[in-house]
């Protein structure tokens, strides 16, 4: 095999490929809609060089830390301190361990598409590798913008507090040099999630950067005004990423009392869910308001092992799920905003038995509703299959999200999309030749899922 | 495409589809046996000419209408009230909007095969559709009874209230010139189940209309005066729909006053649920005495939004589910009956999770237990292949109810069990090619899934 | 079809066959690897020909009792007192009935490859398949021993009672006329969770058996004594078969005064579910520091239908899955040693819902935590293939225990074994053609599950 099937991921059977092949080539050259994703915009406008291929394709990607750390490797050893050579060949020596992966198949492809290497890595040619994407790494044309234009994206959001000014956004957009559409997203987790690993102090510092009192009056005033200034510098979305996604409907007083003995802290386990599931719904009144976007992604217990948080910190590869139910969960919420044409709520989830039970049917009435795109352990080629079989049939193509890649590997933006339009694709194709669609409205579907839908779902 | 491919929903691959078209032209014009559904007896009775084609195929199908409210349409738009022909132009609009679900598959096969409509539908031929399957509905045969014919309908079960007398279904049976058989069922939701949305009164109606005292006594009697005037009137099958399937064995006394307090009501949320899960197992009790079937749909939160509930009653399109369990819920009723062979118990959810799990090693040892054909936002191409997929390897094809349409939607019907049936047979084909049955077994059960089993299954 | 294509399991598409083929080549005859089973070693020491056709297929398989039993047999016809031709009558009326399942998959496997019989089963031809089977198990060849050696069977483990001295496991491997290897498992179910059928006075007997006081500490010394014995008699692993994985972190002295109570008896849900919890943390830290792979077997609710034990006893077919997670229920155990890289955990489970949510993330980060091959109910060809596709793309296949057959039907240990070999080769074949691994890697990767992956996860 070439290191790269053209006919990868499409579907075997001659008929199936013939029809997935023209639809995805309608589709391969598409721009590339991110609209949402952890690439931060400080990057893009300093257009610094990346490192060597260790720090950008490694230590940065808890994909990869994740599985090699499961198969033995110390975190140490693929850390900002190591050895990036050493680190590499880390990677190289399991890099059979990776088959079948996702992270496996999205760094083949960066390795083939954007350094030319042809050989699948192994212990034997890890140093010329290395050396090869080192070399590419230091010309011009892989620096963050050439990338960006070369990538062909349209739009990339970021992720970022509520307290950031958003100057990197703002010097990106007023720079002339620089044409690309990068827009921030506001992500209040810390500020409204008492189970949140940086909760405590945030609410203070919130309050006391906007100047409002510490009144549940004041606290909404506060993160509505930086939901405003988000709005002002390009925002379309704000992002709420919580293990429970439990929605509490409070009267005013009720909500007052809360807020002061949150703030008084430390609260009780049915206090802390409620101020989350109270500031979900307020999260959302806020949208039906200043149009925002909503996208939840719940569901994940983060930090899972104590001794790896506190030697590493967050994001270091033990998150780990946990059975998510939004039917009763977003109900408080939907009774109050779910006929809102103007709120949409993007559901993410990584509990695919949500799919067929609760996403769909829930998307497949409410119009504030859209069902997230395949998110996290689920982007990958089979599980993306599994989604859109357990969607479509009951809410169709047109109540999600597009592809979301949720990335932090600038890198792998372009194999993940990629991904996507050769799962739907082929998932189409199927449909087609099984007689269930006329291939003249797959090809519409087909252009819609890369364009029209990410554009509708998130206001863009 | 032509409108309807011969060989929709079989397999691709040539020595699979082979087999399966071979499977499926065993049973293609195999008589419909339906032995659960929501088509009025009155219709078949006062064989009245159908209305026009929004209120025949939009107005009152709740899925149809669900996902047009989805997409923004008010459900005002498609009701009693709005214009028939902007209705339908509003389907037309949103119709790619459908591609890939159950619904389109369902309404393409209806307008080919009964309207002879070509053309998949969009604004450009709404009216013309539109004019065409009106003037088909007015010629007579187009009317209940002469589609019941055509469709080859061998037996049909209505769903009906305890105190309905039935009258309609005695009138049928008795009139010579229609030779259908149309079977009521007992469906007892809102007089056993205290979180029903028409609980309020019912019990003493109950009461009032059966002559019997108001107590636990008195009610378990009154109930089962009236399955003995459905068992009279050709019923084979009792309907139990509720959210929690738990069953609760309670002593006499227990009950007792239970029932006093549910009779005072309000009531609390653990009396509802021990009421209403006794009451299963006292549905279940009966059931051995008077051999009803009794079929239990479970695990649906019904009018989940109250504004919509509200403005257009039930069964409007938000009923969402909820995981359910049933290894647990249903045991206190199996410890009691469930190695009864005259009970069956035919278990239905919407939760896909409980196939291999539960529902599967369940019917596997319990001969009580039938697996109910996949339901609601399930019984489509991909959902009934995931079912099959994932109660076969432990339950075998006999264990399962044979396919139930369920359907208010009569003229749906033979689209419905056509999908099961090429579902089916694609599936044996698979097992076949894939050397796990012989072909002489797959034809014997192919012709068994729509006769022996559902016969068996529902005691027809 | 003859009864056994030789291509069976392996996908149909021409080129994802060749391939398939290939891998399928590499390992069909690959000695077996079993390192958990159910057969005792006293078989093989004794090496006493089998019984009758219907004491070894049916009688002691509850795959094939609990089917018949479903199907309206009665248990007591299918028994050691039934009249054997009888049963196995039985067997052929109802067989048809077992199609698609993997009892009947095996079986078909076991007649046409051991006992050359070419016909499926059928009422006409019972008999003489019952007679050639007969006449065939009273050849030497059919002796256990000799089936051991024509199985290719390298490893194979039994599961052993904690107080069994292993007798009969040092006999076997001190005679030199058998070369087999075969181990103990440590199983202390009844040791260690009270809500064990035979829990009642376990504990006492264990602490008599060993001379060690009745205290907790005693009562841990107790147990680590018996592993030790086990070590010294080459058992690896000891496996736990729990319905809830729950595991809890105690103080020493709250442990003490939970082991009173627990000793005392009897004691609340709460009590019994803390000191499983614990038992199982203790167990791990016990294999931190004998080395012993600890197995978990957990979600299942044993002994369903209570007149069935009371009649019949354990292991009848009413063992039934119920919803199971891992994420939180696992997180004190491995915040106590998820990150000792000697503590090897296996998960196995019957609820396929925590594959891709739970079991693959944490396989995926944590270097103890090894993901078990399809169990039980799910141990069939569809299941497996839905298993690999839910964690090969988050966890890879090396983080597997590699294929576990859990059998007690001896005979039945090449069928299985033989199915997850054509199983896992179509799907890396899958991979392959899809240009997901190069067909080099996923040649290694073929050898390694039938090799390296077991002999790593069980420490062989």
């Known amino acids: 095999m070439s290191p790269l099937d053209p006919d990868r991921l499409l579907p075997l059977e001659p008929s199936a490929r013939t029809i997935a092949r023209e639809l995805y080539a309608r589709v391969v050259t598409a721009p590339i809609i991110s609209p949402h994703g952890h690439v931060p915009a400080a990057s893009l406008l300093d257009d610094e060089p990346f490192g060597d291929p260790t720090s950008l394709l490694i230590t940065k990607d808890h994909y990869v830390t994740r599985l090699l750390h499961a198969n033995g490797v110390d975190l140490r050893a693929l850390g900002a301190d190591a050895d990036p050579r050493g680190a590499w060949r880390l990677l190289a020596e399991h890099w059979h361990r990776f088959s079948g992966t996702a992270s496996a198949y999205w760094l083949r492809h960066e390795l083939a598409t954007l350094f030319g290497v042809e050989d699948d890595l192994d212990p034997s040619n890890a140093d010329s590798i290395y050396d090869t994407v080192a070399a590419r790494l230091s010309e011009p044309g892989f620096r963050p913008r050439a990338l960006f234009r070369r990538f062909g994206i349209e739009v990339l959001a970021t992720t970022d507090d509520p307290l950031d000014d958003l100057a990197d956004h703002r010097a990106l957009r007023e720079d002339d040099s620089f044409t690309g559409r990068v827009l921030p997203t506001f992500r209040p987790d810390r500020y409204i999630d008492p189970d949140a690993a940086t909760f405590e102090g945030a609410i203070p510092r919130l309050l006391a950067a906007t100047g409002r009192p510490a009144t549940f009056a004041g606290y909404l005033d506060a993160l ?92 270091t590869g033990h998150d780990i799920p946990v059975p998510t139910g939004f039917t009763r969960a977003l109900r408080p919420l939907l009774e109050r905003f779910g006929l809102e044409r103007d709120l949409h709520l993007v559901v993410f989830t990584v509990d695919e038995t949500a799919y067929s039970r609760e996403l769909a049917p829930l998307a497949g009435f409410y119009p504030s509703v859209y069902i997230g795109a395949p998110w996290w352990f689920l982007d990958a080629p089979d599980a993306m299959q599994r989604w859109r079989s357990a969607i479509t049939e009951t809410a169709g193509f047109y109540r999600t999200s597009g592809f979301i890649d949720d990335t932090r590997a600038f890198l792998s933006i372009p194999a993940r999309h990629d991904t996507a339009r050769r799962v739907d694709s082929s998932f189409l194709a199927r449909l087609v030749t099984e007689g269930r669609i006329p291939l003249r409205v797959a090809e519409r579907i087909a252009d819609d899922l890369v364009s029209t839908i990410p554009n509708a779902a998130f206001k863009l």
């Open 224 to 315: 509505e005004a930086r939901r405003a200034h988000f709005v002002a510098e390009g925002a379309v979305s704000l992002d709420v990423g919580v293990t429970d996604p439990t929605t509490v409907d409070l009267e005013p007083q009720e909500a007052e009392r809360l807020f002061a003995r949150i703030l008084a802290g430390p609260c009780s386990a049915a206090d802390r869910l409620a101020f989350r599931g109270h500031m979900l719904l307020q999260l959302a009144r806020m949208s039906v308001d200043d149009g925002l976007v909503m996208t939840l992604h719940a569901g994940v217990h983060r930090n899972h092992s104590t001794a790896t948080h506190t030697a590493f910190g967050p994001d």
